[in-house]
Structures are given as structure tokens and as C-alpha cells.
């Protein structure tokens, strides 16, 4: 009976939590890809431009970034991969961004559950390298985006908002 009524108690406030997070203003979203017994998760916050200049403002210019808005983006790998040709192992990962006028430095850092950037600490860092962003030279992200397009076992995840881009390689291994 106690389990019941404590059921009863917390239905109404799992409810309202869920109600909260679809309201917010930076919506949670997932993208995942999977090839063979190998599955990739990006969990992040999806801010809005809103109006706003994006990059170098909004977000400054090479300052370390959460990479998305609220808590830090989490990346979940369920076997050993490659990002950037560089060897990662299965687990989860924040993944820190430090945007550039014309590079990005990608970090996958094993510090997680973070609110926002906060307390990063390069320390923890397992992979870091730099990409060349990519200007579209219109709007065309109104939606911070990351995407991850896959084709057999290589994959391209991509990071865009307003007129700029990023994206770096996954190559997935095959199961032994």
C-alpha cells in the first residue's frame, strides 16, 4: 500500500517535470546513429538565434562553449570508435566546442552531467582537435543543429546555427 500512495505522489510531479522540460525555451534534442552493433547518442539543448548575432557575441569567440544550451551536450558511444581519425572508447562524454572566426577546437571531455561550462576542466579532456568552420554566408540555422549523417560505417556529425558550420568524421568499427 505504501508503494501505491508514494506512486500516487510522484505521478503529478514526473508530469509537471516532463511539461517543464518540453517548455523550455532551449528544447532537449536527440540525434543517434547506429551501424551494426555500434550506437551513437547527442543529447543537447537546442537554443534559438532569436534574432541575435550567433558567434562572437551570443557565443564568443574562443571561449570554451557548452556546445549547445543548458546542461553540457552528452555523447554516447556504446563501442570503441574513431572521431578524427583518433581512437575513442565506448561511454559518455560531454562534447566542449571553443568556435572560432575560422576554426573550431572540438573537445570530447569525461566529465558529465554538467550545467552548462562552468566547471570544465581540460583535464579531463580524452580527444581534442580543430576543424574549419564553414560559413553559408545567409541564415540558415535559426535552431542551433547537430546532425549526424551516416552511411555504412563512417559517419559525419555536423554542428550548425545562423550562418556557420562545423562538422568532423566518425568511423565506426566493426565488432569483434
Known amino acids: 500500500m505504501r508503494i501505491a500512495s508514494l506512486l500516487l505522489l510522484l505521478l503529478p510531479s514526473f508530469a509537471a517535470a516532463q511539461e517543464l522540460i518540453a517548455q523550455r525555451p532551449s528544447p532537449i534534442q536527440i540525434v543517434s546513429a547506429r551501424y551494426k552493433e555500434t550506437y551513437l547518442k547527442i543529447t543537447y539543448g537546442q537554443p534559438q538565434k532569436q534574432g541575435r548575432q550567433v558567434f562572437g557575441q551570443l557565443v564568443p569567440y574562443d571561449q570554451i562553449w557548452r556546445t549547445g544550451a543548458n546542461e553540457g551536450t552528452e555523447i554516447t558511444i556504446t563501442r570503441d570508435i574513431l572521431i578524427n581519425q583518433q581512437p575513442i572508447k565506448a561511454g559518455t562524454y560531454t562534447l566542449f566546442t571553443i568556435p572560432g572566426k575560422e576554426n573550431w577546437i572540438i573537445?570530447?571531455?569525461?566529465?558529465?552531467?554538467?550545467?552548462?561550462?562552468?566547471?570544465?576542466?581540460?583535464?579531463?579532456?580524452?580527444l581534442r582537435f580543430e576543424v574549419p568552420s564553414q560559413s553559408t554566408g545567409t541564415t540558415v540555422f535559426e535552431s542551433f543543429t547537430i546532425s549526424i549523417d551516416s552511411k555504412n560505417d563512417k559517419a559525419t556529425i555536423s554542428l550548425a546555427w545562423?550562418?556557420?558550420?562545423?562538422?568532423?568524421?566518425v568511423q565506426f568499427n566493426e565488432p569483434k
Open 107 to 126: 573537445i570530447i571531455n569525461s566529465d558529465v552531467g554538467l550545467w552548462g561550462s562552468y566547471n570544465y576542466n581540460s583535464k579531463k579532456d580524452v
Open 162 to 169: 545562423d550562418t556557420t558550420q562545423v562538422s568532423f568524421p
